[in-house]
């Protein structure tokens, strides 16, 4: 009788435990990458990097997981080009968007993008994690640019773009905010008093004879 009444109890517990699981959404990394472009077309000529000049910008931003599957990224990237001997920053880039987790180490990102010289569009962007690390991790990105305004004709460019991101480090001991997961807990654990109540003192309350 006792380990039938064991045997009750573990199940019970079992169906409460799940109020008890711990979810890491939403989830903040931060990140800092290199990105050249490679090519620019337009309707008046096509420009290669390395060759008519030479530019380079520098993706930084923070990206807020919502769920495992979507997100929002933030990302200000500082253009420098050099040309005829001439170095300086070209323009700075607003960069807000959308992210997408494709599966197998692969996100989609679509981003809207506001540059400082005037010029605006979208960036489609393709990212696969190459290396895997448990508080940081190396990616690599295909970035699309396209971009109008400022009195200039429309372009597409191609680029590549290497970067870390980093994320909150997991300490095995965090007491409060330990504590702070358990406290908001009991407006859970108020819903199964009668299941706890009802077979603890089942269990193990004291049999009183009648007389």
């Known amino acids: 009788m006792i380990q039938i009444k064991h045997a009750i109890l573990f199940a019970l517990l079992a169906i409460t435990s799940p109020i008890f699981s711990q979810t890491t959404y939403p989830k903040i990394t931060g990140y800092f990458s290199v990105m050249h472009p490679i090519v620019t077309i337009s309707s008046e000529e096509t420009a290669v990097n390395f060759r008519d000049y030479y530019s380079v910008n520098f993706p930084t931003g923070i990206n807020i997981w919502k769920s495992a599957k979507i997100g929002f990224s933030f990302e200000i990237a500082p253009s420098v080009r050099t040309e005829d001997g001439i170095s300086k920053v070209n323009s700075v880039l607003f960069h807000p968007g959308v992210l997408v987790a494709l599966g197998h ?12 010289s005037g ?3 979208v960036t489609p962007v393709i990212t696969k994690t190459i290396i895997k690390n448990t508080n940081s991790s190396f990616y690599v990105s ?3 640019p396209i971009r109008f305004g400022n009195d200039h004709p429309a372009t597409f460019t191609s680029g590549i773009q290497l970067g870390i991101a980093f994320k909150k ?8 905010i330990q504590f702070k997961r358990i406290t908001s807990l009991f407006p859970k ?14 269990l193990y309350a004291p049999r009183f004879s009648r007389k």
């Open 105 to 116: 180490g692969y996100t989609f990102a679509g981003r809207a993008a506001f540059e400082t």
């Open 142 to 144: 295909l970035p699309f």
């Open 119 to 121: 010029r605006f569009g």
């Open 169 to 176: 480090k997991k300490y095995e001991r965090e007491p409060n």
């Open 189 to 202: 654990i108020r819903y199964n008093w009668f299941w706890w109540s009802s077979s603890i003192s089942w």
